[in-house]
């Protein structure tokens, strides 16, 4: 059990609401992941920073477990929400080999960089670009830069290595970035979700593994925590979320393209400004 944490806080009907947070947190989580090839990310890091701020963890060492958290959660659900789509044909693999191995690299600088950065910064991050990319999937008509990727090998490697970076920051699964940015490059709606699903799974492996290398010697973290990954939370969390992401895929195939943008927007604006105002 790591200092700073007292188990004698927490009576039964305490863990019983936790648990029952949690599970309810994998549900919607799992269903987003489907829903919107977020990978849950979006509701499962402001979730558990709640969480820990009620149990008095310090500041210092909140934020860096949610992020990491969720990304370990990812994985699974992921890998859930990614044969879904790919059932109906909706995972590029073109796109995969792209950008799946920049995004890779991406992400594991930024789970490694997560030790010399602040609490406050990746809130900061989460809500700022979360904010910025709700903005932009609201809009009646987004952003549309060109008819297709750019050509240049190079510069589809900058774009996926940043969003890994930044993914991995946020504790989301990539679709937050890579969805709006596929979708600045004409790319069809549903495969750019599909395709998200998939490079999620790419953000999250690395960055966990950077997470837990930058939380090893961390103290005040909760009982059972590798690295900066609560093994607890991502137990409870985890099943419910990846048995909820094939009926998130469902629905998103019964969905226009205008209404996924809709609530893509709406759930991350809401989370990102809780993000910056906490």
């Known amino acids: 059990m790591e200092a700073g944490f007292d188990a004698s806080m927490l009576d039964r009907e305490t863990v019983a609401a936790l648990i029952a947070g949690l599970l309810f ?27 820990l701020t009620l ?24 890998i859930s929400s ?8 909706n995972v590029d693999r073109s796109l995969l080999k792209l950008w799946g191995p920049a995004m890779f690299v991406g992400a594991l600088i930024g789970g490694i960089l997560s030790k010399y950065i602040p609490g406050g910064g990746l809130r900061l991050v ?29 510069v589809n490697r900058v774009i996926a290595t940043v969003i890994g970076f930044i993914s991995s920051l946020m504790g989301i699964g990539g679709g937050t970035l890579s969805v709006p940015t596929l979708a600045a490059f004409s790319f069809p709606v549903h495969r750019a979700v599909g395709s998200s699903a998939a490079l999620g799974l ?9 997470f837990i290398w930058a939380g090893l010697d961390v103290a005040d973290r909760p009982p059972f925590s590798l690295g ?3 093994l607890p939370a991502a137990v409870i969390i985890a099943p419910t979320s990846f048995l909820l992401a094939p009926l998130g ?14 609530a893509f927007a709406v759930f991350l604006a809401l989370t990102s400004a809780r993000m910056l105002l906490s």
């Open 25 to 51: 947190t994998g549900v919607v989580s799992g269903t987003l992941a489907g829903l919107l090839g977020v990978g849950g990310g979006i509701v499962i890091v402001p979730v558990l920073f709640w969480v």
């Open 55 to 78: 149990l008095d963890f310090p500041d210092e060492v909140i934020s860096h477990l949610a992020v990491a958290t969720s990304l370990a959660v990812i994985i699974p659900t992921s």
């Open 82 to 89: 990614m044969r879904a789509h790919n059932k109906r044909g």
């Open 126 to 154: 989460f809500g700022v670009v979360g904010v910025l990319v709700a903005v932009n999937m609201a809009l009646p008509k987004a952003l549309v830069l060109a008819e297709h990727l750019p050509k240049s090998g190079l």
């Open 202 to 210: 790419l953000i999250a492996v690395p960055a966990v593994a950077g």
């Open 228 to 230: 900066y990954v609560s």
């Open 249 to 262: 895929a469902r629905i998103a195939h019964a969905l226009n393209a205008r209404y996924l943008k809709l």
